[in-house]
């Protein structure tokens, strides 16, 4: 314990530092998944309609709520 308190001044930074790439690498991964898993909706949705599994307008009205969504966090990304 003394020794973490002595060696704080040369070693809070270097974690402080470490705790933020930390924290940018779970948000980047984050924003990937939710993306790969609207692209995967997508395509199960356009599987759905080939089987027959949904009409058409359901289709149509799903596609566009998912394609708005993937477009939604494409422009955040831009604008970031």
């Known amino acids: 314990m003394i020794l973490r308190l002595l060696t704080l001044p040369l070693t809070g930074p ?3 530092i470490a705790w933020i790439g930390e924290q940018i690498l779970e948000r980047a991964e984050a924003e990937l ?3 790969e898993n ?3 909706k997508l395509l199960a949705l356009q599987l759905a309609f080939d089987l027959g599994d949904i009409s058409e307008e359901d289709f149509e009205q799903q596609e566009e709520e998912l394609l708005l969504a ?3 966090m494409e422009a ?3 604008d970031e």
Do not use: V
Request: avoid cysteine; glycine fraction near 6%; hydrophobic fraction near 25%.
């Open 76 to 78: 955040n990304k831009d």
């Open 38 to 40: 609207l692209h995967k």
């Open 70 to 72: 993937i477009e939604a």
């Open 33 to 35: 998944d939710s993306k």
């Open 14 to 16: 270097i974690e402080g």
